[in-house]
C-alpha cells in the first residue's frame, strides 16, 4: 500500500495532545518540525489506508481551534521500507473493530477522494473544449470506420470524472459536488449531442458502417460492461491509481453511443439513433450505480455520524433508483429486439 505523510499545524499549547494521539497510532511515525509564531508543526508517516482515521481524529479534536491546519502528501518511496506488522487480536471488539477498518484500509482517504474528484466535476472551459474535441474525433472515426481514432477520442473524453464525482456526492450525501457534477454531465451530453448531430446533417452518414450499426441497438453484454466500467472508475480513484486507462473504459460506453445518435438524429435515421439512445442510458445508469455500490462497499461515508445517517439513507436510494431504472431500461431493450 501507498503511504502518505500527514504535516499538522497547531498552537503550541495543543503539543501535547497531539503528540499523545499519534503515539496512540499504530504503524506510525511522526517527528517534530519547526516552531514559529506560537505554533508548531508535527509530520507522520503512515500507510495511505490509515491516513484517514489520523485525519479523523484531528479534525475531531483540533476543528475549532484557531490555526490548525493538516495537510496530506503523497510518498513516492522511503527508506528503510516500512513493513506492517500483523497484529494480534486478542478479543472479539478488536476484530469486528479490525473487520470494520479492512475496508478503509483498503483506499485512500476520503479527503483524497474528494480532492481528486471536485475540479472534475465542474463545467469548465477545460471540459468544454476536451468534450468538443472529442465528439468530432469520434464523429470523424465512426464514419470513416476507423477504430483507432475511435480509442483515440475517447483517450480524451472527459467523462470519468463527472460520473465519479456523482456517486461520490451520494456516498457523502455532498448535495453541492452532487448538482456540480450532474450539472457538468448533462453539459457533455449536449455538447456531444448537438455537435454529432451537426455533423451528421452536413456529412453523410452511412448507417451500415459497423462501427455506427454495432452501437445502433443495447444488449445484456453491454450492461455488464458498462457495470465493469463503473466498478473500475471508482477503484482507481479510490486506490489512488492512475485514471487515464479506466477513464477510455467509461468513455467507451458513454461517447461513442451518443454520437452515434447525435449522427443519426442529424441525417434523419430515427430508429437507428433510438437504439443508440437507450444504449447510452443504459450505460450511464449502470456506470453510476457500480460507482455508488463500490465506494459502498469500500466503506466511503462523512466522519460525523449524523451525516453518515443520512447519507447511508441517500445511497440505498440511490442504488434503489438506478436499480429500477435499469430493470425497465432492459424491458424496453428486450421489447426492442424482439
Not at 458498462?226 to 479510490?238: D, M, P, R, Y
Not at 434523419?268 to 453510476?288: E, S
Request: proline content about 3%; some cysteine; hydrophobic content about 50%.
Amino acid at each position: 500500500m501507498a503511504q502518505r505523510v500527514i504535516k499538522i499545524i497547531l498552537p503550541l499549547d495543543s503539543k501535547k495532545t497531539a503528540i499523545e494521539l499519534l503515539e496512540a497510532q499504530e504503524n506510525t511515525i511522526f517527528w517534530q518540525e519547526e516552531s514559529s509564531n506560537g505554533n508548531f508543526v508535527v509530520s507522520s508517516l503512515t500507510e495511505a489506508g490509515h491516513s484517514e482515521a489520523i485525519m479523523d481524529i484531528f479534525e475531531r479534536n483540533f476543528s475549532s481551534t484557531k490555526g490548525f491546519k493538516l495537510i496530506v502528501f503523497p510518498v513516492e518511496a522511503s527508506i528503510p521500507r516500512t513493513d506492517v506488522a500483523e497484529n494480534n487480536l486478542s478479543s472479539d471488539l478488536e476484530e469486528k473493530n479490525a473487520k470494520k477498518e479492512k475496508d478503509v484500509a483498503s483506499r485512500i482517504s476520503r479527503e483524497e477522494l474528494y480532492s481528486g474528484v471536485v475540479d472534475s466535476a465542474k463545467l469548465s472551459k477545460t471540459f468544454v473544449y476536451m468534450s468538443i474535441l472529442s465528439t468530432v474525433v469520434v464523429a470523424i472515426g465512426l464514419q470513416n470506420n476507423n477504430v483507432a481514432v475511435i480509442i483515440g477520442a475517447m483517450v480524451i473524453a472527459p467523462f470519468l470524472g463527472p460520473n465519479v464525482a456523482l456517486a461520490l456526492s451520494t456516498c457523502l450525501a455532498d448535495k453541492e459536488l452532487g448538482w456540480d457534477a450532474l450539472k457538468t454531465l448533462c453539459g457533455g451530453v449536449v455538447i456531444v449531442l448537438l455537435l454529432s448531430m451537426c455533423m451528421g446533417y452536413f456529412f453523410e452518414t452511412n448507417v451500415g458502417t459497423p462501427e455506427i450499426y454495432s452501437r445502433m441497438r443495447a444488449d445484456f453484454s453491454d450492461i455488464i460492461l458498462a457495470l465493469a466500467s463503473g466498478c473500475a472508475g471508482v477503484l482507481a480513484f479510490t486506490t489512488g491509481a492512475s485514471s487515464a486507462v479506466i477513464g477510455v473504459m467509461v468513455a467507451v460506453a458513454l461517447l461513442p453511443p451518443l454520437s452515434v445518435c447525435g449522427l443519426l438524429l442529424g441525417a434523419g435515421q430515427y430508429h437507428g439513433a433510438t437504439g443508440a439512445l437507450l444504449l447510452f442510458l443504459t450505460n450511464i445508469i449502470c456506470i453510476n450505480l457500480a460507482g455508488v455500490a463500490t465506494f459502498l462497499v469500500q466503506g466511503v461515508s462523512p466522519r460525523i455520524w449524523w451525516e453518515a445517517t443520512k447519507a447511508k439513507k441517500a445511497t440505498i436510494k440511490a442504488l434503489i433508483l438506478w436499480s429500477v431504472l435499469l430493470m425497465l431500461l432492459s424491458v424496453i431493450i428486450y421489447s426492442w429486439k424482439s
